[in-house]
């Protein structure tokens, strides 16, 4: 069993020690791929060091990383005492730090540069790594930024970046490299008791009216002369969404940081769903360590339904603090391969019946 640790402040010493009042069944967990990163636990008042070290902003570790508390809710119950505490991988915290410059104009960089940019010279003691290949790009008016913003403008210019941290040391991979597979296997019914499959058009959009920053009005010019933009408004579409769903148009985009077409166009391509979102959430029926990136097999043999998608989310009970039967929950990934295996299956469904 992993060890579970606190570290925090009492009377303004700093104390380390095993977190050991940890309600049975209540610690899980729980990660999104360029998302969520957190550990959530009850603990239970046993008048001891560690459950009075459980406040905000002591850290947790548990299998190498480091997680800051932000949130606890204790609770008065029954003649209990307990503690509700969430924390968050502590990758989080380079949101407090910042690059105030902005490089103006329109700059051609790589994944490295953005984030060299950000994080060269961090006093929060964060450290960066690109270790996948990715083609350049051009960003407009980048800068006066945090380093989590920074993260989220690379996620935005290379949707394929996955940003993978080890404490506060951040590696960036491509989906490719990042996908890894170990052998796993999942099949409906002999190790998955759970299935659920979800196919929703509801964000889906293909094209956008794009408007880029307006000229300053000439001196003495009329109040209601024409506005003058650096580039002409344009119309921004996906061509192979809209033949195969028809036009789904979302509001205008407006914005003043572009004076050049292109990186506007890329930018508002970045904000379209020309595909429906899919995605597959399995319960197991046993108690397992996921990994991050997983590349597995998937099975529904009823429906004759096979496909290889990566782990993009999932939320652990690690054992030790949980009983064996507590089950591991996984998100799988929605790629263009997954969706086309999924219309295949369903249009086979669909002929098999017209020819009963």
């Not at 991979?173 to 499959?197: L, P, T």
Request: overall charge negative; charged content about 20%; some cysteine.
């Amino acid at each position: 069993m992993d060890d579970l640790l606190v570290k925090g402040k009492l009377n303004d010493q700093t104390f380390e020690t095993k977190l050991s009042c940890v309600l049975r069944n209540s610690f899980y967990l729980q990660w999104e791929l360029n998302g969520t990163y957190q550990l959530q636990l009850v603990a239970l008042d046993d008048q001891q060091m560690d459950y009075e070290l459980l406040e905000p902003e002591a850290s947790l570790f548990f299998q190498g990383q480091e997680y800051l508390i932000k949130q606890v809710q204790s609770d008065y119950s029954n003649g209990l005492n307990t503690k509700t505490v969430n924390a968050t991988h502590v990758s989080k915290e380079c949101q407090w730090f910042r690059q105030r410059e902005t490089r103006n104009g329109v700059i051609t960089y790589s994944p490295a540069d953005v984030l060299g940019f950000v994080f060269n010279g961090n006093v929060a003691g964060f450290s960066f790594e690109v270790l996948s290949s990715f083609p350049t790009k051009q960003i407009e008016n980048f800068g006066n930024v945090s380093g989590q913003e920074a993260l989220n403008k690379l996620i935005e210019v290379w949707p394929d970046a996955v940003i993978v941290p080890d404490n506060r040391h951040i590696k960036v991979y491509s989906r490719n490299d990042f996908e890894i597979n170990r052998g796993h296997r999942i099949d409906y019914q002999a190790n998955a008791s759970d299935i659920k499959i979800t196919y929703d058009s509801t964000s889906l959009s293909n094209q956008v009216w794009c408007i880029g920053k307006a000229k300053d009005k000439a001196e003495g010019a009329p109040d209601n002369a024409p506005i003058e933009y650096f580039f002409d408004p344009f119309l921004v579409t996906i061509p192979d969404s809209i033949n195969k769903y028809g036009i789904h148009e979302i509001a205008t985009i407006s914005d003043e940081r572009f004076t050049n077409p292109e990186s506007m166009r890329n930018y508002a391509k970045s904000q379209l769903q020309p595909e429906p979102s899919f995605t597959i959430e399995i319960t197991n029926d046993y108690q397992f360590q996921p990994f991050q990136g997983d590349l597995v097999r998937l099975e529904i043999r009823p429906a004759k339904f096979i496909t290889n998608l990566a782990t993009v989310g999932f939320q652990y009970y690690p054992p030790g603090f949980n009983d064996p039967g507590q089950p591991t929950q996984l998100t799988l990934n929605s790629t263009p391969k997954t969706i086309l295996d999924y219309q295949n299956y369903t249009n086979g469904r669909i002929n098999s019946k017209s020819h009963q």
